[in-house]
C-alpha cells in the first residue's frame, strides 16, 4: 500500500504504558512496510551499548521520569533521517510532550510533510497494570510478550528472532503507577493537540490483540491485508 502513496506516511500511536503501542505497531509494521520507531527502544539500545546519551537518559528510565525534550527530539529526528524512513515511520512513544509535538510538526513542515493521524489507544488503568506485570520483552528486537495474554512459543525466547526475554526494571509496581501519573499528566494534553488538528482516531485497546489489531488496519484503510 505504502508503495502506491506519493508522499510518506507519518502515524503516531498514542496511549498509556502498557497500552499496546509496542505490539500493535509490531503488527502494523509488518502490514505497512514501515518502520517502527519506538523511542523507548532507541532509549534502552543506547543504555545497552554505554553511549553518552544512554547515560544521560539511564536515570530517567529507571525512575519512570520522562527524559528532557531536547536529547529526545533530536535522538528520534536523527533516527527518521535514516534511508528505511524515506517511506515514512510509525511514531511508538513519541511525542509524549507537547514540545515533542510541536518539535515534530516542525521537523516535517521544514520537508512539506505532516502527520497522517494518531492512533489513540485507550485502555482501563487496571489492565494497563496487568499487562506491565506480565510482560516480557525481547533484549534483541524489542518484541513484548505476556505469560497470559501472548505467551512465547518456547519458554524465554523471542517467537520473531529467538532473543532473550527479559523483565523491564521500569515495570516494577512503584515506577508502573509513576509512569501512569506522568502520562495522564504530561502525555494525555496532546490527545487534545491532535484532536484539534483533526487527527485523532480512537481506538478501544482494552479487547483482545487479535481485535485491537483488526480495529487499527480497518481505521487505516488496511483490513483486506488484515491475517490473525
Ligand atoms: P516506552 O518504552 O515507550 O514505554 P511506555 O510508553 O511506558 O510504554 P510500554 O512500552 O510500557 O507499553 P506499550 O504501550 O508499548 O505496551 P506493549 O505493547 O509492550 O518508554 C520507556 C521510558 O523511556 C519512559 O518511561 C521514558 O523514561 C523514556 N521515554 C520513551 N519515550 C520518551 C519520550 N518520547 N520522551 C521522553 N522520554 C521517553 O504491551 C504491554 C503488555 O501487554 C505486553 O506484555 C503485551 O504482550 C500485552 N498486551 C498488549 N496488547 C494487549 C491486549 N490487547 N490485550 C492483552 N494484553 C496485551
Ligand atoms: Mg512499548
Ligand atoms: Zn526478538
Redesign the pocket.
Known amino acids: 500500500m505504502v508503495a502506491y502513496r506519493k508522499t510518506p506516511m507519518y502515524c503516531i500511536l498514542l ?1 498509556a ?8 505497531a509490531a503488527l502494523l509494521s509488518r502490514d505497512l512496510g514501515l518502520p517502527r520507531i ?4 532507541l ?1 534502552r539500545e543506547h543504555i545497552r551499548n554505554q553511549t553518552d546519551l544512554g547515560r544521560q537518559a539511564k536515570s ?2 529507571d525512575a ?4 528532557p525534550d531536547s536529547l ?1 527530539v533530536a535522538m528520534v529526528l536523527r533516527r527518521l533521517e535514516e534511508a528505511d524512513c524515506a517511506p515514512g515511520a510509525l511514531l ?6 507537547l514540545g ?1 509535538a510541536e518539535a515534530l510538526e516542525k521537523a516535517l513542515a521544514e520537508r512539506a510533510l505532516r502527520i497522517d493521524c494518531v492512533l489513540n489507544m485507550r485502555v482501563h488503568r487496571e489492565a494497563l497494570v496487568e ?2 506485570s ?4 525481547c533484549r534483541q528486537c524489542g518484541a ?3 505469560l497470559k ?2 505467551p512465547p512459543t518456547k519458554a524465554n525466547r523471542c517467537d520473531d528472532c529467538q532473543g532473550d526475554l527479559y523483565q523491564r526494571d ?1 515495570d516494577r509496581p512503584e515506577t508502573v503507577a509513576h ?1 501512569l501519573e506522568i502520562y495522564f499528566s504530561q502525555t494525555a494534553p496532546l490527545e487534545m493537540f491532535y484532536r484539534q488538528r483533526g487527527m485523532v482516531i480512537d481506538i478501544d ?1 482494552d ?3 487479535e481485535v ?1 489489531s483488526l480495529e487499527m488496519h480497518r481505521a487505516l484503510g488496511l483490513v483486506h491485508t488484515f491475517a490473525a
Not at 38 to 41: F, K, L, M, W, Y
Not at 134 to 137: A, D, K
Open positions: 496511549g504504558p502498557g497500552a499496546g503501542k509496542g505490539t500493535q519506538s523511542s523507548g527502544d532509549f530517567y528510565l519512570g521520569e520522562l527524559v529526545t511508538d512513544g513519541f511525542p509524549r510532550t515533542q499487562r506491565l506480565g510482560r516480557w520483552m513484548s510478550f505476556h495474554h501472548h521500569d509512569r485497546g479487547q483482545s490483540i485491537v
